[in-house]
Structures are given as structure tokens and as C-alpha cells.
């Protein structure tokens, strides 16, 4: 997938195969940070997370990345040259929530089959 980052023309993403659920490109502007991700094939999500908070105050679905960026530019002020594409997906809140309730699964996973005796072999 290729998307244009500012003036720094179309740039391919690193991961062509990334799941839906990754964030594409990630903003900060006046104490709050951005994400846009793309949503399932339905569009662009515009998120906003204000401080250091992991969950998000607002969420605008979008047609598009450029769309995406006017929504955030037009309700929040964030300009073209602030996106830029997450170095991991750790580096955005989405990535540290998603990554978050994956491994809470895991564990309540690890904790029900030692207490069954499920895929332990007995």
C-alpha cells in the first residue's frame, strides 16, 4: 500500500500485507495524539487521544487517507506536515491497546488450561 505523507510524496507503507486493524500514520498536535487506521474496508478512522490517555475521545470514519487528514486538520487543527508513518505499532495507542488485550487473552488462555488440564498433555 502507498500513502502521501505531506510533502515527502507517496511512500510505501513497510508491511504491504498489514492487517486492518494497523495504524497507518500517527500525528501529535496540541496535547493530543492522532492515529489514522484503516477500518475493515468500510474506510479511514481518525482517532484522537488527548495526553497520554489510551483511550481515544473522538473517532471519524473517512473515505479516505487524504480525507482523513482534512477531518483531523478541519475539527482539530492538526496540520499535513504532522503525520508520519509509526516506526512499530507500538508507538501508537490503538497498537498498545490492541497489544494489550492480546496478551490479557493469552493469559486468561494459559490460566484455564492449567486449571482444566486442557493441551497440557493429561
Known amino acids: 500500500m502507498r500513502i502521501c505523507v505531506a510533502d515527502k510524496g507517496y511512500r510505501e507503507l ?3 500485507d498489514m492487517a486492518a486493524d494497523e495504524v497507518l ?5 496540541d496535547g493530543c495524539h492522532f492515529e489514522i487506521q484503516e477500518g475493515h474496508g468500510e474506510g ?5 487521544f488527548v495526553g497520554d490517555s ?3 475521545t473522538h473517532d471519524y470514519l473517512q ?7 482534512r477531518c ?3 475539527q482539530f487543527g492538526v496540520p499535513e506536515d504532522a503525520w508520519r508513518v509509526p516506526a512499530s505499532q507500538n508507538d501508537s495507542r490503538l497498537g498498545r491497546v ?3 488485550e492480546r496478551t490479557e487473552a493469552v493469559r486468561k488462555r494459559s ?7 486442557h493441551g497440557t498433555g493429561r
Do not use: C, E
Not at 44 to 48: E, P, T
Not at 63 to 69: E, F, G, R, V
Open 98 to 100: 490492541h497489544h494489550k
Open 54 to 56: 489510551d483511550r481515544s
Open 25 to 29: 500514520l500517527i500525528a501529535d498536535h
Open 111 to 117: 490460566w484455564l488450561q492449567r486449571l482444566f488440564g
Open 44 to 48: 479511514f478512522y481518525v482517532w484522537r
Open 63 to 69: 473515505d479516505d487517507i487524504p480525507m482523513a487528514k
Open 72 to 74: 483531523a486538520f478541519h
Open 14 to 16: 513497510p508491511n504491504t
